[in-house]
């Protein structure tokens, strides 16, 4: 007799979060676990993801930092979960995307499902004909500096799946693994390279 878990989540969702995340493939975690030694146990690894989240004690290792130059000079730090916890996130990703994604405004590009920066350009060329102005801006450190607890309240208008908000505060607080295997507490910002983070601004 199977256990009853916190949390309903299907099976055959944690199997598909793994095909997306093979096809965007992407280098190994902390663990230094590759997608093909992911997949030489890839039915036990998938079922240990699903029995963790559903019953609500799934908690996400730390992410791997890796240093990425800036064009402009310096050094832009990207955070790469391991290959288990992509699959984790991508599962909360496609229950939460549908309701968010309605909220975004249609010239939204940046990280939009089935929009791309080509689509972007393409609108950009048709209304420079039409005006001869740009305004342009940046957001110093954004990602880097979001405040967590108005992130959270925020997602709470959007986000009704209870199981999605329980992890999507831990993944907030995941820490970052420095090359030097020093671990690094997060209690603002969201590192660039997780599954779930894009879906997070809208």
């Not at 079922?47 to 990425?68: C, D, E, L, T």
């Not at 209304?127 to 997602?155: M, P, Q, T, Y």
């Not at 831990?170 to 390279?193: H, I, K, S, Y």
Request: hydrophobic fraction near 40%; glycine fraction near 6%; charge should be positive.
């Amino acid at each position: 007799m199977s256990a009853i878990k916190q949390f309903a989540i299907d099976k055959w969702l944690v199997y598909e979060a793994y095909q997306v995340v093979k096809a965007n493939a992407g280098s190994a975690g902390v663990d230094k676990q590759s997608i093909e030694d992911f997949e030489k146990d890839l039915k036990r690894n998938l079922y240990r993801i699903w029995n963790r989240m559903s019953s609500g004690s799934y908690f996400p290792p730390p992410v791997k930092a890796v240093a990425i130059p800036k064009k402009t000079g310096g050094e832009r730090i990207l955070g790469v979960p391991t290959v288990a916890d992509r699959v984790a996130q991508m599962v909360a990703k496609r229950v939460i995307e549908p309701s968010i994604e309605a909220k975004f405004l249609p010239d939204s590009y940046g990280y939009r499902s089935g929009k791309s920066a080509l689509d972007a350009v393409g609108v950009t060329r048709e209304r420079c004909w039409k005006h001869d102005w740009v305004l342009e801006f940046d957001i110093k450190g954004l990602f880097d500096n979001i405040d967590h607890s108005l992130l959270l309240k925020a997602l709470e208008k959007d986000v009704e799946c209870e199981w999605a908000m329980l992890y999507i505060k831990r993944w907030l607080t995941a820490p970052l693994q420095m090359a030097d295997g020093t671990l690094v507490e997060r209690n603002r910002g969201t590192p660039q390279g997780g599954v779930i983070s894009p879906v997070l601004y809208k």
